[in-house]
């Protein structure tokens, strides 16, 4: 399989701020990749090292086998949707879209044939002749999106491109996004802070902390099988277990993490004081304190909810705790 | 522990006008309204239709005295050629002063708005602003002296042994002259250096407002730097460079002192005005001359807009 964009030894300094430090990343062609991690964890700056807005202290990135080395951005076969979309205020929808083709070189009719088939894509027929100005929030994402597209680019970056939209809106956007990739077939380097969406659209994940990669992998692994804490906690704010604690329950001195929809309230187990439960909708969330650990449990519909000060026991299937290297 | 806040709402007079003024937003809006209307209303769109009014009267030769019947005959004394020499002459100038100040002014203003910072932006501000603090007449006279033959611009071409080149401009038709302080050029760069800051400070204002990353998309969408200028960055800095060139083309349409200090003989509008109204005792002739700027200018944002200029906006 093709490597679409290789990151070796990647990092960008600003000053003493290492944005993004020693990063080695393999993306796929055709593949859904996700960078998640928190703000100012230097996903955004692998994202713009790619597109080419910003240039690596040292390492090397490769875009389809050719060093990017020196490569200003309009020589780069990459199209990025921006966080703040970024459409051009001066021009209309269609005249938005047909910009890369414009540039190219391409005549008028034609561009705009290929704009409008484009938007056609994007749920947007019609939409040509008005300005960015008189669209919604979520119009003026699917704009961002064709203009992309229309130039048929390697590799799509898109930064946090669903971050400004309402959640239904999101969940919608989530799954149209997932529908194009698979149909086009094009690179997607997706940038969020959102786990829930780089779990569900990305064939695999990025976790960044501290401009490092904390772990790689499918969604299912980062979920389930996190290598360290951190992930642990950023993804799914799982329980974290300190070492000696999981030295008690499991004889191995590490790490370990149970997911809060795996805690179960029962007669034995870890004792634990209830500090508050709160009604999420889908279940009910109940943070208790044990002895070493803070445990947060979701107890599903119909489970007996406790009060807060009540004392309980906590207990879980031993298939369901996750060691981990210690560390991280 | 005493409890400061009084039990009993706040009353008096201010508070009972504030609590109607709140109750009446509409009568906010007339109070806040009515006295700068008052004084756009009588005061200056009333002096200016009261000149307007003038121009439509007509001087008898022979008393010379203001005939007060309305005619054109006036308008029609503004295309006899040594008049319509004054016009040309003036529009030239002040289409030449506003070109080169848009076109100096771009870079400075875009130095300012993307990277200057902190301090480095206070410098730019006092820069562009400390020559307007200090009086108009010591600075056109100042360039009187940097201009002239014993001046420091004479001076320095000929220590660099390019007198030739300075004589050789000055020798040129219709900009050139005896000197630099009594030609075209002179009252060109004066007017250049007196108005640029009017340019300035617009043009940076609109292009602090494009974000950086219209720009980036630009490029990542296939766009060098110089079309990334050309389709996204003057389109939307343009609102500001019209602002500008307002400033700078109706300040010099209306000047009359910088030509007279620095520049040839030969008269621009604002000169003409001034000796219509005043030895003259032509009025009617001076007000349709002040006319001819508010014509300009109208027709000139009537194109700029249907150019598109102001669609950034």
Aim: charged residues 15%.
């Amino acid at each position: 399989m093709t490597t679409a964009v290789r990151f070796s030894r990647v990092s960008r300094h600003y000053g003493p701020v290492k944005a993004v430090n020693d990063v080695d990343i393999d993306i796929a062609e055709g593949e859904f990749f996700a960078m998640l991690g928190p703000s100012g964890s230097g996903k955004t700056t692998c994202l713009r090292l790619i597109a080419g807005f910003d240039q690596p202290t040292s390492g090397e990135i490769e875009i389809f086998g050719d060093s990017a080395h020196g490569v200003p951005p309009y020589k780069r076969h990459v199209n990025t949707v921006f966080q703040d979309y970024a459409l051009f205020p001066h021009l209309n929808v269609v005249d938005n879209v047909a910009y890369g083709l414009m540039i190219a070189g391409q005549p008028k009719t034609e561009r705009r044939r290929a704009a409008e088939e484009a938007l056609e894509m994007v749920a947007l027929p019609g939409y040509g002749g008005r300005r960015p100005s008189e669209l919604s929030g979520g119009q003026r994402q699917r704009v961002a999106l064709a203009r992309a597209l229309v130039n048929q680019p390697k590799v799509l970056l898109l930064d946090e491109p669903l971050g400004a939209l309402d959640l239904k809106l999101r969940e919608q956007m989530q799954e149209e996004l997932k529908a194009l990739q698979r149909k086009l077939g094009i690179t997607f380097v997706f940038v969020t802070h959102d786990q829930g969406e780089a779990l569900s659209m990305a064939d695999r994940v990025a976790v960044f902390n501290e401009g490092r990669i904390v772990q790689v992998g499918k969604p299912h692994d980062i979920y389930y099988r996190p290598d360290v804490p951190f992930v642990a906690d950023f993804v799914g704010s799982s329980n974290v277990l300190p070492p000696h604690l999981t030295e008690e329950l499991t004889g191995t001195w590490t790490h370990a993490t149970v997911r809060p929809e795996a805690v179960r309230l029962s007669d034995t187990g870890l004792p634990a004081t209830v500090r508050s439960s709160s009604f999420i909708g889908t279940a009910t969330r109940v943070t208790m304190d044990t002895e070493h650990a803070t445990i947060v449990a979701l107890l599903p519909k119909g489970a007996a909810v406790p009060h807060s000060g009540d004392k309980v026991h906590v207990t879980w299937d031993p298939a369901d705790l996750h060691l981990m290297e210690q560390g991280g | 522990m005493t409890d400061t806040v009084p039990d009993t709402p706040r009353s008096g007079p201010l508070v009972r006008l504030s609590d109607l003024l709140w109750r009446n937003p509409r009568l906010t809006v007339f109070l806040l309204l009515a006295p700068p209307a008052l004084w756009l209303g009588i005061v200056y769109l009333g002096a200016l239709f009261a000149l307007l009014a003038q121009s439509f009267f007509s001087i008898d030769e022979f008393s010379g005295l203001i005939v007060y019947e309305l005619t054109l005959k006036t308008y029609g004394e503004l295309f006899t050629p040594a008049n319509l020499d004054i016009i040309i002459r003036t529009v030239v100038m002040a289409a030449s002063v506003t070109v080169a100040a848009a076109i100096i002014s771009f870079p400075i203003a875009y130095y300012a708005a993307r990277y200057a910072r902190g301090r480095w932006k206070a410098v730019f501000y006092i820069g562009v602003m400390l020559p307007l603090w200090s009086s108009y007449l010591v600075k056109v006279y100042s360039w009187k002296l940097i201009l002239a033959k014993e001046g420091i611009l004479n001076w320095l071409f000929e220590t660099l042994h390019l007198s030739w080149l300075l004589n050789a401009y000055l020798s040129l038709p219709v900009v050139g002259g005896n000197s630099l302080s009594v030609s075209w050029t002179g009252t060109f760069l004066v007017f250049l250096y007196v108005w640029l800051p009017f340019m300035v400070l617009p043009v940076q204002a609109s292009l602090e407002r494009v974000p950086p990353t219209m720009l980036e998309a630009s490029g990542d969408l296939g766009a060098t730097p110089g079309q990334t200028f050309r389709h996204v960055l003057l389109p939307l800095a343009l609102p500001g460079v019209i602002a500008g060139s307002i400033f700078t083309f109706s300040l010099t349409l209306g000047d009359y002192i910088i030509p007279q200090i620095v520049g040839s003989s030969r008269r621009f509008i604002g000169q003409a005005v001034y000796s219509y109204q005043g030895t003259a005792g032509n009025i009617p002739l001076a007000a349709a001359f002040a006319v001819v700027p508010i014509v300009i200018m109208g027709i000139y944002l009537w194109v700029a807009k249907k150019k598109g200029a102001f669609d950034a906006l």
